[in-house]
Nanobody, 122 residues
Framework: VHLEESGGGSVQAGGSLRLSCVAS?????????MGWFRQAPGSEREGVAA???????TYGDSVKGRFTISRDNVKNTLILQMDRLKPEDSAMYYC????????????????WGQGTQVTVSS
């Protein structure tokens, strides 16, 4: 399974960004659970959001009400819509997937993308 993120960049506080992740590989199917994690320099990885095949979602407390995760099972694409961004949202954002696990524990996800950088200035 290969995951490729895009959509990161720089934005001012209060702005929005939309991250995308395309999944591919012969083993890929839409039963995979997917999610987003982030990691800022000197900080631990933090679970941002997760979604399963049936669009059940869960969010980290710091992003609830501001971020929205969604997926397009036909296009094998995961989306993270980030609104009302704050400087503390600045981090490398990673797309993740696992055939069995759904949730916000980083060590449970088998597949990780290379990451896309998000920078929010005040």
């Amino acid at each position: 399974v290969h995951l490729e993120e895009s959509g990161g960049g720089s934005v001012q506080a209060g702005g929005s960004l939309r991250l995308s992740c395309v999944a591919s590989g012969h083993a890929w199917n839409d039963y995979y659970k997917m999610g987003w994690f982030r990691q800022a320099p000197g900080s631990e990885r933090e679970g941002v959001a997760a979604i399963d095949r049936d669009a059940r979602t869960t969010y980290g407390d710091s992003v609830k009400g501001r971020f929205t995760i969604s997926r397009d099972n036909v296009k094998n694409t995961l989306i993270l819509q980030m609104d009302r961004l704050k400087p503390e949202d600045s981090a490398m954002y990673y797309c993740v997937a696992d055939r069995w696990y759904y949730g916000l524990l980083a060590n449970e996800y088998k597949h990780w993308g290379q990451g896309t950088q998000v920078t929010v200035s005040s």
